[in-house]
Structures are given as structure tokens and as C-alpha cells.
Nanobody, 120 residues
Framework: QVQLVESGGGLVQPGGSLRLSCAAS????????MGWYRQAPGKQRELVATITRGGVINSADSVKGRFTVSTDNTGNTVHLQMNSLKPEDTAVYYC??????????????WGQGTQVTVSS
């Protein structure tokens, strides 16, 4: 079992900043990938940014230069620093994790989602 606890969403004015965090816990061998996706009303869920255990980052073009994904020293918490926020960044942001289970299977897990609203 894997538990994901997200924090840090909220309302911010255009040009402002927010920091999202997601802590993973439970029974697994290791985390392979952590990151964030988002879903705006009426749209499909899309990649924001992910980071592998080895530090390889994959991010959407729309957030490059504004958002930074990172993990803590334990590798079990992922952060998303969001700067220069725009109204089009408004969405529910979901934490995403790929883990290796105790039985050596690869499984994916999603957080419950946290609302980010960018509005004046």
C-alpha cells in the first residue's frame, strides 16, 4: 500500500507563487518516479513535471522556466515550486508516484488532488 499526502494548493494572484508538496509512505521497495499532473475543467489530465530517482526531469513546455520539481533527501517527498503563475495554470494538481513493490512489481499511484486557482 502507498499513501500520498498532498499540501500547498490555494488561491494566488497572477504573477504569484505557490509550492506544492507530496509525501509518500507505505510498503514498497523504492520510488522510481515522482511528480505532478494537472487537470483543468473540461480538459484532460496533463503532465506538469516528473523527476526520476536518478534526477532526470520531464516537464511540460508550458511550465518550463516557471515551475521547478524536486525531491527531498529521503526521495519520498516531491515538491513543485510554481512561480510566475498564470490564470491558465488554474487546475487540480495531482501527485503521481511510480514505485517498486515488495514483490518487485511496478505500480503507479495518484494523490487526491489539490486545487490551484490563479485569479485576481
Amino acid at each position: 500500500q502507498v499513501q500520498l499526502v498532498e499540501s500547498g494548493g490555494g488561491l494566488v494572484q497572477p504573477g504569484g507563487s505557490l509550492r506544492l508538496s507530496c509525501a509518500a509512505s507505505g510498503s514498497f521497495r523504492r520510488i522510481a518516479v515522482m511528480g505532478w499532473y494537472r487537470q483543468a475543467p473540461g480538459k484532460q489530465r496533463e503532465l506538469v513535471a516528473t523527476i526520476t530517482r536518478g534526477g532526470v526531469i520531464n516537464s511540460a513546455d508550458s511550465v518550463k522556466g516557471r515551475f521547478t520539481v524536486s525531491t527531498d533527501n529521503t526521495g519520498n517527498t516531491v515538491h513543485l515550486q510554481m512561480n510566475s503563475l498564470k490564470p491558465e495554470d488554474t487546475a487540480v494538481y495531482y501527485c503521481y508516484v511510480e514505485v517498486t513493490t515488495l514483490d518487485y512489481y511496478g505500480t503507479t499511484h495518484w494523490g487526491q488532488g489539490t486545487q490551484v486557482t490563479v485569479s485576481s
